[in-house]
């Protein structure tokens, strides 16, 4: 009975390739979202999707693609990969859209760029 | 240990203290507050939130306190346990504009001694 599941936990992959990352969520949430991790464990967020739809997207390369295929599910692309592309991903998602709700976790993927 | 190299605050104290974490955020405008609890190798897990209508709420073992005149939240866990070493983070959501997405502070690392 997970709530929101990330696969893979773990990924290493060589500069210049291209990788995703799935997310799926079982709580009938609307919104979902990404956030990138990085060594200081300061947490950013990258996107988020309200029924399908982009909602934010903030400054972040345009070799990251997200992908929406339905409310329970939004998936991260990202094309070639770079040293600074090493973190720990997550996806989350709430009830509603906006900040004032409580956001449920995943349990994180760690990408690994060598 | 886990911190080497972090940078993160860091809060040592022995088993059955009680704790208190303190957040600064820098927005007048935020009108909500949430503290997650991040276990080594987890994602963030909701602990406890306040609305900026209250200053002070209080949960399971967990107190928050919001302070607007100075803008600082603080999160107290009474009889601090071995399982409540973790690294805390505050996170605010700011008002205006989008009002989508809840901001995340720098977290700060309890370790609790048996």
């Known amino acids: 009975d997970t709530a929101v599941s990330q696969t893979p936990k773990y990924l290493v992959t060589q500069m210049g390739n291209d990788k995703s990352i799935k997310c799926e969520q079982n709580l009938g949430h609307d919104t979902m979202y990404w956030y990138k991790q990085d060594s200081k464990k300061f947490l950013k967020i990258m996107f988020s999707?309200?029924?399908?739809?982009?909602?934010i997207n903030e400054t972040v390369p345009n070799r990251f693609s997200p992908k929406s295929p339905d409310k329970a599910h939004l998936n991260l692309h990202i094309n070639s990969l770079e040293l600074g592309d090493s973190a720990v991903y997550f996806c989350?998602?709430?009830?509603?859209?906006?900040?004032?709700?409580?956001?449920?976790f995943g349990p994180g993927t760690r990408l690994t760029v060598t | 240990g886990e911190s080497v190299g972090l940078h993160l605050p860091t809060l040592s104290v022995q088993e059955g203290d009680n704790s208190i974490i303190n957040c600064a955020y820098s927005?007048?405008?935020?009108?909500?507050f949430i503290w997650y609890k991040q276990e080594s190798g987890k994602g963030p897990q909701f602990i406890i939130d306040i609305r900026s209508n209250m200053d002070k709420r209080q949960g399971q073992r967990v107190t928050v306190l919001l302070n607007k005149t100075v803008k600082h939240l603080s999160l107290q866990i009474a009889a601090t346990q071995p399982g409540d070493s973790a690294v805390y983070f505050c996170a605010e959501n700011r008002s205006g504009g989008s009002n989508y997405k809840l901001t995340f502070g720098k977290g700060t690392l309890l370790t609790v001694n048996p």
């Open positions: 927005n007048s405008a935020s009108d909500y």
């Open positions: 999707y309200n029924n399908k739809e982009l909602i």
């Open positions: 989350a998602s709430s009830p509603g859209v906006g900040g004032s709700y409580e956001q449920y």
